[in-house]
Structure formats: C-alpha cells, structure tokens
C-alpha cells in the first residue's frame, strides 16, 4: 500500500517537477513570475483532447500540435507585451491578466465539462521490485524523465541554453557580449511554455482537467519551485517529487479533501520560514543542477 | 491643483449619484449599489497595490471574510447588520493584519505567491467548513439593512447607503492618499531602501497599508452580504482577485481617479457587453494587458529615467538595449 502511493505520488511529483522547472526556468531569465503557467498546463491538455475529438488525429500528432501552437503563443506574448514591460511588478501583473483572459477563453472553446483524454491505450498494471503499479503510472515516469533530460541537454549543451544561462547571471554582460536578449526571453519562455503544456499532456489522461484547474496546478508549481529554491532547475524537481510523495501520502493517510489546503498551507509556511526557498542560492542561477 | 479637481469632481458625481434613484428603475439603483461596493472594494485595493505596492491575490478573499463574518454574525448571533458590518470589517482587517504581519520579511513575486497561497486557503476554508459557513452552498437568508425599524431591503432603499459606504471610503482613501502617510506608502514603492535610511519602518508602513486595505474589503463584503441576503464561497475566488487588479489596472494603477473607472467596469461591464457575457473576462484581460504596454511605451518615450513605479528601475534600467 505505502509502497503502491509512493510510486503514484513519485509519478505526480516528477510531472509536478516538470512544471516546477518550467516556471523556474521562465523566473531565472526573464524574472517574470508567471501566473499563467498553470492555466497553459490546462491549455495544452484541452487543446490536446480536442484535437483528438474526431478520432482523426492521433495521441501523437495532436500532442505535438497542441506544443507548437502553446509555444508559438508564449512566444508571440514574450514579444509582444512582456518585452514592452520593463519592472518586474509589471510583467508579473501581465501574466495575472493572461491567466484570467486564458483561463475565461478555454471555457468559451472547451466548454466547462472536465474532460479526460479519450482512452489511454496503456492500461493494466506491472511488477516492480514488488510493489503493483500501473503501466500507465511507469509510462508517464519514462516520458517525464526523458523530457527533463531533453530539456536538461538543451540548457546545458545548446547554444540557446548557453545564451538563456548568461541572461539569468548578468543580463547587461550578456547582452554587451552580443546576446540578443529579447530573443533569449521569448525562447526561454517559450520553453517554460512548453514545459507545462506537456505535463498537461502527460498527465491529462489521468487526472479530470478543466478550465479551472490550471490555477491549482500553477500553485502547485510554484510550490515546488519554491521548495527547491527558485531558479534552481534541478531543486525544482526534487520540489516537485517532495510536494507529489507528500501530496499523496497526505491523501492517503490524513484526509483527500484538504489535500490542497495542505498543499496551501506547505507553500506559505515555506513562504513564511524561508522567504527565499527552501535551498535558495543566489537569485538567477540557472544550472544543470 | 489634482485636490481641488479632485474634489469638485467627487462632489459633483455624488449629487448626480443620490438623487439617480428617484429618477431610475430598481435594476438601475441596483447596478448603482454594486457600483458604489466595487469602488469600496477596489479603493481598498488602491491601498494596497497602488499604493503599498503589494500585488494582492486575496483581496476578494478578504472582501469573502468580511461578508461571511458579517453573515455569521448576524445569522448565528443574531447581531443588527451595522453592528455586522463593524465585525465584518473588524474581522477582515484582523485576517490581513495576521497575512501582513507572517509575510512581512516577503518581497516582490514571493508575496505575491503568499497572497496567491492565502487567497486559496480562504476559498478552502469558505467551502470545507459546511457547519459553520454552509459549505459549497454557502449562506442564504441574512436578513436585509436595517436602520432601527427602517428595512433597506430594495435596490431604491439600500442604493444610498451603499453610496454613502462608497463616498466614505473614496474620501477617506483620498485623505490617506494625500497625507503624510499616503506620501510615506508612495515613497516606500519607489524609493523603500531611502525611507529606510532616513528611520521610516517600511514593514510596519506595509503592515499599516496592507490592513487598511483588508477591512476596505471587509467592509464591502459585509455591506454586500446584507445587500444580496446572500453569501456563496464562488464569489470569493484568487480569479475574483485577479479580475479585479485588471479592472484597477485598466483605470491606472497608483491613481485615486482610476479606482472610479475600475468600479465602473467592474459594474457596469456586465450591462455595457451584454452580447459577449462570456467574453467579459477575456475582453477585461486584453483591455489590461494593452493599457499596460500602452502605459509602459509612453513612459519610455516621456524619459528614460523611472518616474513611476509601472516604469520600474529594477529591471532594465540603464541598460544599453
């Protein structure tokens, strides 16, 4: 039983940590912290459901669909208002303003009905060292790790990620070495964008995504994000697999109902005791670690 | 100058306001009231964002507590309603005064996320507690306004007590504003580190503003509970929150003036996109988002120096892009 939980909560918790990183990731670089991100976790599972209503697309094609146009529209957005605005206060009050707008848009698209991915064609359940876990819960471990390693590549190998690291250290010496910074934040939030669409989309079959549960699932990432000191994309998904263990175990063995209060809580006790994170480092780094 | 306008204006709209009723259809004065609640609302928010500088995300949160204390108050200890509304307000102003006092070592994004975390714990709490405040179906039947044995129970008769509440607040915001301690907020925003230097307690400064704000907000929601007969955990949302930063932002963050345009978005909004109810949130979004690029490039061409706030040194000031 405590075995099977952890497994659960260690697969939530990694596709929190995928959120977590996402939203760290647009932090350290463009100090913005975004609101909306939970509302493009929503947005990417909706758009993802959608696309598959007719059966005429598969899980595939309209998972990476669903990516792109979430990539080009956080992309469009970076270029279009967050580059207009300059204080942090501002940008921040930018993403609160995208979050309702989005949040209000995906009812007018989506409908107001929850909705699950049309049928997971991974059903059925597996061994692992003993403890009974469901294949799904094993696929969606493998594909959330093989993203974070995807996007851990990216940062630390590619030339946008060599880029998107100097920005979060020094902007002005990065931009002076002929870094087109404007580029480099619409990317990184692109990037961050992306991240969260695909945990919309890992973890949409398994959980009843509406509308509205984006601004949960934001919180829930910002949580995470905090836990693991911001900026740190590696303490974001530790955070992230520390908020889901203790999520589900909370669950499990305390109360289901106020599992998200305990979550509130978490993140404001956190807040209160440590006003900069859990492991906070200097504000700005970005690191493969 | 900004005074005396300022002033001529509010006494000249508060005429025009009172005597609307005797000329307007009870759907009318009721839109009215609403309008003159939001603004008691928002001004709170005024105190806290425009002028504290604190992006607020349980401000209706806040506005929730005051309403739900009032509610309890009047339904569970049988409390008149203005005695309601002073434990409505008293009550909200406690609750962010304790939010103030636990954040206060917070800055920036961080508070913002407290205020995010808090304005969620309250909706929680709001909707889990069905013994004590109904649950999701929250508390119906609190009785009507009442002064000793007159009933406010129509839109005609409660409109100015409302207008009155609004008026109230709008002056005593403006006073605020204009006084020492509105120029120590507006100072602290801007220039935090000097106001320190010169012995001035920025915490306690926010602490002051924060709670000012939360009964502001305590004080239109508990208003509001004797006005709708009527208080549910859905009205109270972060979303509620964040719709109404737009609404002050469309106005102008940081002025008194914009505070009337929000309210007057807030409630009039409704009845102006009559065809497009659902896109009301979306159209408020893109209104906000514009007003804030709009805003932001007409500071860049006015000078390269902050000036204000909205224009923020922090981020790329001085820098060669």
């Known amino acids: 039983m405590l075995g099977q939980q952890l497994a659960n909560g260690f697969s939530t918790g990694l596709v929190y940590g995928l959120l977590a990183l996402g939203f760290s990731l647009a932090y350290s670089t463009t100090r913005v912290v975004n609101f909306a991100h939970g509302e493009l976790f929503a947005f990417g599972a909706l758009l993802g459901i959608w696309l598959q209503r007719d059966g005429e697309l598969g899980l595939l094609p309209a998972?990476?669909?669903?990516?792109?146009?979430?990539?080009?529209?956080?992309?469009?957005?970076?270029?279009?208002?967050?580059?207009?605005?300059?204080?942090?206060?501002?940008?921040?009050?930018?993403?609160i303003a995208v979050s309702l707008g989005l949040r209000d848009a995906m009812l007018l698209i989506f409908g107001s009905d929850s909705a699950s991915f049309p049928q997971t064609r991974v059903t059925g359940t597996v061994d692992v060292f003993g403890i009974i876990v469901s294949r799904y819960s094993v696929t969606l471990i493998v594909w959330t790790v093989a993203l974070l390693i995807a996007f851990w590549l990216i940062l630390a190998r590619s030339r946008l990620g060599i880029w998107m690291r100097a920005t979060a250290q020094d902007p002005e010496l990065a931009a002076t070495s002929g870094i087109k910074i404007r580029n480099v934040e619409a990317g990184a939030f692109a990037l961050s964008a992306l991240a969260a669409a695909a945990a919309g989309l890992l973890i949409g079959p398994s959980w009843q995504v509406s509308y509205s549960s984006g601004s949960i699932v934001g919180v829930k990432a910002f949580t995470a994000a905090m836990l693991g000191g911001f900026g740190r994309l590696g303490g974001?998904?530790?955070?992230?697999?520390?908020?889901?263990?203790?999520?589900?175990?909370?669950?499990?063995?305390?109360?289901?109902?106020?599992?998200?209060?305990?979550?509130?809580?978490?993140?404001?006790?956190?807040?209160?005791?440590?006003?900069?994170g859990l492991m906070a480092t200097r504000a700005g780094r970005v690191g493969a670690g | 100058m900004t005074g005396i306008k300022t002033t001529i204006f509010l006494v000249c709209a508060a005429v025009v306001l009172l005597i609307l009723p005797f000329f307007a259809s009870a759907a009318t004065a009721r839109v009215g009231a609403l309008f003159f609640l939001s603004l008691t609302m928002l001004t709170g928010l005024h105190v806290v964002t425009g002028l504290t500088k604190v992006i607020s995300l349980c401000h209706v949160g806040f506005v929730g507590v005051g309403a739900y204390s009032a509610a309890i108050a009047s339904l569970r200890f049988g409390l008149s309603p203005i005695a309601g509304i002073f434990v409505g307000t008293l009550v909200a102003a406690c609750c962010s005064l304790l939010l103030a006092c636990l954040t206060v070592r917070l800055e920036e994004h961080y508070l913002a996320l407290g205020t995010l975390a808090a304005g969620e714990i309250l909706v929680n709490i709001f909707r889990g507690t069905s013994s004590i405040a109904g649950g999701a179906n929250g508390l119906s039947g609190v009785p009507p306004l009442r002064f000793f044995h007159i009933i406010l129970d129509t839109p005609s008769a409660y409109y100015p007590f409302c207008v009155a509440i609004g008026l109230g607040a709008m002056v005593f915001t403006w006073r605020l504003d204009q006084g020492g301690f509105g120029r120590s907020l507006r100072a602290m925003g801007d220039e935090g580190i000097h106001l320190e230097a010169i012995g001035v307690s920025v915490s306690r400064l926010r602490v002051v503003g924060l709670t000012t704000g939360g009964a502001l907000a305590g004080l239109a929601g508990a208003v509001s509970a004797y006005v709708d007969g009527f208080v549910g955990p859905e009205s109270y949302g972060v979303g509620m929150s964040i719709g109404s930063l737009c609404f002050l932002v469309i106005g102008g963050l940081g002025r008194l003036e914009g505070v009337l345009l929000g309210a007057a978005l807030a409630s009039l909004g409704p009845e102006l996109l009559r065809g497009l109810v659902e896109w009301q949130m979306v159209v408020v979004a893109s209104l906000s988002l514009t007003v804030l690029v709009y805003r932001a490039l007409q500071t860049s061409r006015r000078s390269h120096e902050s000036f204000s706030w909205l224009s923020g040194s922090e981020m790329n000031g001085g820098r060669p892009w």
């Not at chain 1, 305390?254 to 993140?267: E, H, N, P, Q, R």
């Open chain 1, 236 to 276: 974001a998904v530790v955070g992230g697999i520390l908020l889901g263990v203790t999520e589900t175990i909370f669950a499990g063995y305390v109360s289901s109902a106020w599992k998200d209060l305990a979550v509130f809580l978490l993140l404001l006790a956190t807040l209160i005791f440590f006003p900069r």
């Open chain 1, 63 to 95: 998972s990476l669909l669903s990516s792109m146009v979430v990539i080009l529209a956080a992309s469009a957005f970076a270029y279009l208002v967050l580059w207009r605005l300059r204080s942090p206060l501002q940008r921040s009050v930018a993403t």
